[in-house]
Nanobody, 123 residues
Framework: QVHLVESGGGLVQAGESLRLSCAAS????????MGWFRQAPGKEREFVAA????????DYRDSVKGRFTISRDNAKEMVYLQMNNLEPYDTAVYSC????????????????WGQGTQVTVSS
């Protein structure tokens, strides 16, 4: 029901910043919670950050707290991930995801996925 396209990935050095964007298309964007996940080669996908339908609530994995900020603009149907002070262990394909904003914890049970954007952090 919602299609997601990420952009903004790239190659940076440790300590630098990137801002990822996710453009959504489809009805009722404001009815979906949105999340960012990442997957490194040979590793399982892991939760990074999520934001509630209204933008009033958010959740982050511990290793990105204080460095990453998730935000959304419902009028523009966009969600963002500002990533500061990047480290090599942040290297992964980052994907945005959507789910109906009800019934489960904010970091769990996403249904709709984008194709991802590569983030590479060198030391």
């Amino acid at each position: 029901q919602v299609h997601l396209v990420e952009s903004g990935g790239g190659l940076v050095q440790a300590g630098e910043s990137l801002r990822l964007s996710c453009a959504a298309s489809g009805p009722a964007f404001g009815g979906y919670a949105m999340g960012w996940f990442r997957q490194a080669p040979g590793k399982e996908r892991e939760f990074v950050a999520a934001i509630s339908c209204s933008g009033a609530g958010s959740d982050y994995r511990d290793s990105v707290k204080g460095r990453f900020t998730i935000s959304r603009d419902n009028a523009k149907e966009m969600v963002y991930l500002q990533m500061n002070n990047l480290e090599p262990y942040d290297t992964a394909v980052y994907s945005c995801a959507a789910k109906r904003g009800a019934g489960s914890a904010l970091r769990r049970e996403y249904v709709y996925w984008g194709q991802g954007t590569q983030v590479t952090v060198s030391s």
